[in-house]
């Protein structure tokens, strides 16, 4: 069985640039969750989709968007880069959203910004 | 404010020995609670998890204690293997909520 797939897996950008990052989660699961990770805060909770519908969303500025599809691929969405947006971006998949159930990750997406 | 702590940032075991990771977390009203493991250059992989009417789950080598009133997690893995060299992560999630995660404890085992 696939698991989820994150693409790409390392990205460069530099500052104001925007950038989009794939996830596909695990066939049958329908909800996606996006987090980032930084050595000095763990994973952070961005956002949760559901049946193309956000259910739910961090502490994160606007700059961070994401979006759901139909297939329950997911895409997020940074505009304006900044430098503090270097990070790990990982995408988590699970049959239900925000249920007793774990979520599994995919390998992330390392985006480095110059 | 941090829900989910972890407080040691590093653990070391000898392989064959019990390893003990712990997490302590401030809601009360959390009631699912999960451990993952991460190798670098991977994404978090799922361990195991307790709800909280439970306070014991075992999966293998891995045990998780769940200790509602003093607000405490553990993962116990025993007998340590050098494979299990990894950063381990406990998360939280209160019914319709989002996970949280603590910032990991490093674990070493060595042969």
């Known amino acids: 069985k696939a698991g989820v797939t994150q693409t790409p897996r390392y990205l460069i950008k530099t500052r104001g640039q925007q950038v989009t990052l794939s996830c596909s989660p695990i066939?049958?699961?329908?909800?996606v969750s996006w987090y980032q990770q930084t050595p000095g805060q763990g994973l952070q909770f961005l956002f949760e989709?559901?049946?193309?519908?956000?259910?739910n969303k961090g502490n994160f500025p606007g700059r961070f968007s994401g979006r759901q599809f139909s297939n329950s691929r997911s895409e997020m969405n940074v505009s304006t880069l900044e430098l503090g947006d270097s990070a790990l971006y990982l995408c988590?998949?699970?049959?239900?959203?925000?249920?007793?159930?774990?979520?599994?990750f995919g390998d992330g997406t390392r985006l480095s910004i110059l | 404010d941090q829900q989910v702590k972890q407080n040691s940032p590093s653990l070391s075991v000898q392989e064959g020995r019990i390893s003990i990771l712990n997490c302590d977390y401030t809601n009360s009203m959390f009631d699912y609670f999960l451990w993952y493991k991460k190798y670098p250059a991977e994404g978090p992989t799922f361990l195991i998890s307790i709800s909280s009417i439970k306070d014991k789950n075992e999966d293998g080598r891995f045990t998780v204690f769940l200790n509602k009133s003093a607000k405490h997690l553990s993962l116990h893995i025993v007998p340590s293997q050098p494979g299990d060299s990894a950063v381990y992560f406990c998360?939280?999630?209160?019914?319709?909520?989002?996970?949280?995660f603590g910032k990991g404890t490093t674990l070493s085992v060595s042969s």
């Open positions: 989709y559901f049946s193309e519908t956000q259910r």
């Open positions: 988590a998949s699970s049959l239900a959203p925000l249920g007793n159930q774990p979520q599994h």
């Open positions: 998360a939280a999630r209160q019914a319709g909520t989002a996970l949280i």
């Open positions: 066939s049958g699961h329908r909800s």
